[in-house]
C-alpha cells in the first residue's frame, strides 16, 4: 500500500535574507486576502533552490491559474469568489513582477495584469475604487480613490505613499483596506520612479524634489468633493518615509503626517545598503557581471 500523507507541501523559508523578506512579504498582503499562505508555499516548494531566477516563474504560473478561477467565478455568477481570486492574482501577478528582468518585457506584463486584477476586484467590492490619473508636468500619475461604502466620516483622508519598489495594489493590502474600514477616504497613488507609475512612464526616475510630485496628488485629492481639507493626512511608507517628509516640511495642506519609517539622512540610508567603501571608490561593475559578484561582496 502507498503512503499516503496529508499535504506535499512544506512550509520553508529561504537562507537568503533577501529572498526570505519577499516571502513575507507574500505572506503580510494574506492579511486581507492578498494571498492564501498555502498557495504561496506550494509556489516556493516548486523553486528546486534558492535561485532568485525560478521566483518569477512559479508566481506567475500560480497567479494565471487563480485568474483563470476568479474569471470562471465571474462567468458563473459568483461575485464573492470572483472578487478573492482576483485579488490574490493582483498580488501573485506583483510577486512575479518584483524579481523579473527589468528590462524585459515580463516584468511590464506582469504589473500590468496585477493592475488588471485589482480593478477586476474593485468591481464586486461594497467599497468604491476608483482607477485614477493625476495630472503632473504633462504626464499622468497612476492611483486610485477609495471611498467606504458608507462614506467617509466627516471627509477625513489618507494619501498613501509606498516606497522604492512597493506598488499602488499592493498598498490595498498594506493600509488602504484598514483605513476604508475605519472611515477613512484613501487616494493611493505613484509618482516618479515607483513601480506603477515606471510601468506607463519609464522614463519618469526617481527625483530629489519629491514634494512636487506629492503636491499635484494633493491638488487631486483637495479637488475631490468627498475630502474636507482639514481632514487631511499623508502616509509614507518605507522610501516614502522620506518623500513625505520632505513634503510635510513644505506644505501647509498636510494636517497629519505619518511616516513609516522616518528617513532623515537619504545619503547614509543608501550607503547602509551597500556600504562605505562602494561610495567612495566604486569599482567598475558592468549590468553582465552582477550574477558573477559573489553574495557576500554584494548583499
Known amino acids: 500500500m502507498a503512503r499516503v500523507e496529508r499535504t506535499g507541501t512544506r512550509i520553508r523559508g529561504f537562507a537568503n535574507a533577501e529572498l526570505d523578506f519577499q516571502l513575507m512579504r507574500a505572506l503580510g498582503a494574506a492579511s486581507f486576502r492578498g494571498g492564501e499562505p498555502g498557495e504561496i508555499f506550494a509556489a516556493r516548494g516548486a523553486m528546486a533552490d534558492e535561485n532568485p531566477y525560478a521566483w518569477p516563474p512559479a508566481f506567475a504560473a500560480l497567479a494565471e491559474r487563480v485568474r483563470a478561477a476568479a474569471e470562471r467565478a465571474q462567468a458563473d455568477g459568483h461575485p464573492v469568489s470572483a472578487r478573492d481570486h482576483f485579488l490574490r492574482a493582483s498580488m501573485y501577478f506583483r510577486s512575479a513582477e518584483y524579481f523579473a528582468d527589468p528590462f524585459g518585457g515580463e516584468a511590464v506584463q506582469w504589473g500590468r495584469a496585477s493592475r488588471a486584477a485589482f480593478i477586476a476586484a474593485a468591481k464586486h467590492m461594497a ?173
Open 127 to 299: 467599497e468604491r475604487i476608483e482607477a485614477v490619473e493625476i495630472p503632473f508636468e504633462g504626464n499622468a500619475l497612476p492611483g486610485y480613490f477609495m471611498t467606504p461604502a458608507a462614506g467617509a466620516q466627516s471627509g477625513r483622508t489618507v494619501l498613501v505613499l509606498t516606497g522604492f519598489d512597493g506598488t499602488g495594489e499592493e498598498l490595498y493590502f498594506q493600509t488602504a483596506r484598514a483605513g476604508l474600514e475605519r472611515g477613512f477616504n484613501v487616494l493611493v497613488a505613484e509618482g516618479p520612479g515607483q513601480v506603477g507609475c515606471l510601468r506607463v512612464h519609464p522614463q519618469l526616475t526617481f527625483r530629489p524634489d519629491y514634494e512636487k510630485p506629492i503636491g499635484a496628488m494633493l491638488d487631486y485629492t483637495l479637488g475631490r468633493r468627498e475630502v474636507a481639507p482639514a481632514r487631511l493626512a499623508l502616509y509614507g511608507i518605507s522610501f516614502g518615509g522620506y518623500f513625505v517628509i520632505r513634503a510635510g516640511a513644505r506644505d501647509a495642506r498636510i494636517r497629519a503626517l505619518v511616516v513609516n519609517s522616518p528617513i532623515v539622512d537619504l545619503h547614509a540610508y543608501m550607503v547602509a545598503f551597500v556600504g562605505p567603501e562602494f561610495t567612495r571608490d566604486p569599482p567598475p561593475v558592468r549590468l553582465a557581471e552582477v550574477d558573477e559578484i559573489p553574495d557576500a561582496e554584494f548583499p
